[in-house]
């Protein structure tokens, strides 16, 4: 007996050590144990499942979609992945509110492993240019506040909109077919967004409860999680299990938000109306928000409520490393000084705030002292030298954090561009883009699957300073996917014939 005491005590001492080893997280691990918490992980470790890197996410209007889109570019960067981006002609959407069609993405952006900017969806469409194993995510609001910012935002380009008198939501509501032309330019924003942002019929007529029902149902065949805007967290603790990611994958800053003045208050009688108005996009609401409650409580709310407060108490951290402990500071366009930070303003009436970084210096100074510690000993000068790198990383995080999506998809679509030209020498004319990325991809440990690299071989010049983020001047890695299946030849040849479109 006193032998197996003795071998339970090393072991527990073994098992403290190795957790205190891998970054300082026994108080969570502890926790998640006392709780049950199933798969709970909140930073890399052999022998877990790898990250899942083929991402495609339906980014619906009015949403909270662009602080969602923030974080996956940021993670397509930072794990040196190939984000798909709009032709030029599309500016920065996938040329909305036209049907995706895969000629609307940019050749230098494929094959791709996200997907993320704004379209309306087309299955088939996407799955053309995406691997077989993408998981399709999107995200809805509740229809009374999501229409109320429509409203508000598309007040001065939606001619439905345009016609109110004084730009009054009531006298909108109260006779909606007074103002509203179904096929006019931008109808989209007055009536169903979501529904016709995920593909389906806007002016279905509400006695049309089959449609109904079949909509939902293909649309729930489609996205492996629909995330509800209001229950952001929450949706972040499915999406870290179905993806496998890091609990440092999912922080984020709330984005592209309008100043208190830019909204209205709704009255009583009012969400009502919307939802009448509105009858498909209620359906898709409700029935993805129950969905989303089942999966959490499938977790157990304690599990839910743990996970929740160690993503913010990481987003505390990170806002000390990037902001002196607080918020950055909201700026209303005209006061942000840094144009790569300046917010786009739908029309006079709205003011969409963005945020100003604090001085380099201080930001410095909170990226020495809010990040992880390296390995010492190597000397005076190689100590500086890696924690000027530290510092310069964490700045481009702290940057990108707060980018809105115009700026961050011009600056990714440039260094995309950049990856691609360099490496498009090195490709053998007859073999297809498609073919190249199949024949990269195998079972590798998780820490080598970082992305599928278009770079070329380590004694190539590096790429010019200060071009697109850190993840363009990484070494070359292998793909990001082991064990995905082959594309279908008719992907091969599309990616192939988008080519020959470089500009």
């Not at 197996?4 to 098992?15: C, M, P, Q």
């Not at 499942?49 to 930072?78: C, D, I, W, Y």
């Not at 918020?327 to 705030?353: E, G, H």
């Not at 020495?368 to 995080?397: F, R, V």
């Amino acid at each position: 007996m006193s032998q197996k005491k003795i071998f339970l005590a090393v072991v527990a001492v073994s098992t403290v050590s190795l957790l205190l080893h891998r970054g300082g997280h026994l108080n969570w691990t502890m926790e998640a144990f006392h709780l049950g918490c199933p798969a709970l992980r909140s930073h890399p470790s052999p022998g877990l499942r790898p990250k899942h890197a083929n991402v495609a996410f339906l980014k619906t209007h009015k949403t909270a979609s662009t602080t969602m889109q923030n974080l996956l570019f940021r993670f397509g960067e930072r794990n040196n992945l190939t984000v798909a981006l709009p032709v030029q002609a599309c500016v920065h959407q996938f040329c909305y509110p036209r049907a995706f069609a895969a000629h609307f993405v940019h050749p230098h952006t494929l094959p791709a492993n996200i997907i993320t900017s704004h379209m309306r969806f087309d299955r088939a469409e996407v799955a053309r240019l995406m691997p077989n194993d993408t998981v399709y995510l999107t995200i809805v609001r509740e229809p009374g506040a999501m229409f109320e910012s429509l409203f508000s935002y598309y007040n001065q380009y939606c001619q439905s909109f345009k016609r109110v008198p004084n730009g009054s939501l009531e006298a909108f509501l109260e006779e909606p077919w007074r103002y509203y032309r179904a096929d006019e330019k931008d109808s989209m924003y007055a009536r169903n967004t979501l529904t016709f942002d995920l593909g389906g019929d806007k002016d279905r007529p509400a006695t049309d409860q089959a449609y109904a029902r079949a909509f939902v149902a293909e649309v729930e065949r489609s996205f492996s999680l629909v995330m509800i805007a209001e229950h952001f967290d929450e949706s972040l603790v499915l999406l870290r299990r179905l993806l496998s990611w890091d609990l440092d994958d999912v922080l984020y800053v709330k984005l592209n938000m309008r100043t208190p003045g830019s909204k209205r208050s709704l009255t009583p009688a009012l969400p009502a109306k919307i939802r009448a108005w509105n009858w498909l996009d209620a359906r898709l609401y409700d029935h993805f928000n129950a969905s989303l409650w089942r999966k959490l409580a499938a977790l157990g709310p304690a599990c839910v409520a743990r996970e929740v407060a160690l993503l913010r108490r990481a987003q505390e951290r990170l806002m000390r490393g990037c902001f002196g402990g607080r918020m950055p500071q909201l700026r209303s366009a005209a006061q942000i000084k840094n144009k790569d930070l300046r917010p786009w303003q739908p029309s006079a009436k709205v003011d969409i705030v963005g945020y100003d970084l604090p001085s380099t210096a201080n930001l410095s100074q909170g990226a020495q002292g809010g990040g992880g510690g390296g390995p010492g000993g190597a000397g005076g000068s190689s100590s500086t030298a890696q924690q000027q790198q530290q510092a310069a990383q964490q700045q481009e995080l702290c940057l990108k954090l707060i980018m809105p999506e115009v700026q961050y998809t011009r600056n990714l679509l440039r260094s995309q561009s950049l990856r691609y030209r360099r490496s498009y020498p090195l490709r053998p004319p007859q073999q297809p883009i498609m073919q190249q990325q199949t024949a990269m991809r195998s079972v590798l440990p998780r820490h080598l699957r970082v992305g599928v690299d278009h770079s070329p071989p380590a004694a190539a010049p590096p790429p010019p300073g200060g071009q697109g983020g850190g993840s363009t001047s990484t070494p070359p890695q292998p793909a990001p996917q082991g064990g995905v299946p082959p594309q279908q030849g008719r992907t091969t040849q599309l990616r192939s014939s988008l080519q020959t479109q470089a500009s």
